[in-house]
């Protein structure tokens, strides 16, 4: 049973998350530090919100999850209420639950992918033109590229408040 594949995908998928990326923080780390209070905030009128920003991770992670699964029938229209979803943090506790939503995406992609093999990564999306390997290297990609954004509206935010 050959898992060199997949658990070199988890460690990439679990540094990026809350390990120690090559690329400085990890996005469990700036988000431990973002406060509650400015999670709403959007710099300019077409500018996510971290709030919504966190929110379309999850939705994303929660695509790869299904697809993992073979739900075949799953997935998210772009632009769509699914893709971004409409949310307002009101208190820490709204914060946090958010937060623990997208911990246990995390662990639900690891459990997953922990009990597959190697060949299981060839495994074609279906409707879409990859593997679930490329969809699992998306989705560090997709994590890092919106930590990112999350970084400069936390940034404006903390300039505005």
Avoid: C
């Amino acid at each position: 049973m050959n898992k060199e594949a997949i658990n070199k995908l988890l460690s990439t998928l679990e540094d990026s998350f809350q390990g120690l990326p090559w690329f400085g923080e990890s996005l469990m780390d700036k988000l431990s530090r973002i406060d509650y209070r400015i999670v709403n905030i959007a710099h300019i009128p077409t500018t996510n919100s971290i709030a919504r920003l966190v929110h379309h991770i999850i939705n994303w992670r929660i695509f790869v999850i299904e697809k993992i699964k073979g739900n075949d029938a799953f997935d998210i229209e772009m632009n769509s209420q699914n893709d971004w979803t409409d949310l307002h943090i009101s208190t820490e506790k709204d914060w946090a639950d958010l937060i623990q939503k997208l911990v246990n995406t995390q662990k639900e992609i690891f459990d997953l992918l922990n009990a597959k093999t190697d060949e299981f990564l060839q495994t074609p999306v279906y409707g879409r033109e990859y593997t679930i390997q490329r969809l699992i290297e998306g989705i560090v990609q997709h994590d890092i590229y919106h930590q990112g954004q999350i970084a400069v509206v936390a940034k404006q935010a903390a300039l505005k408040g």
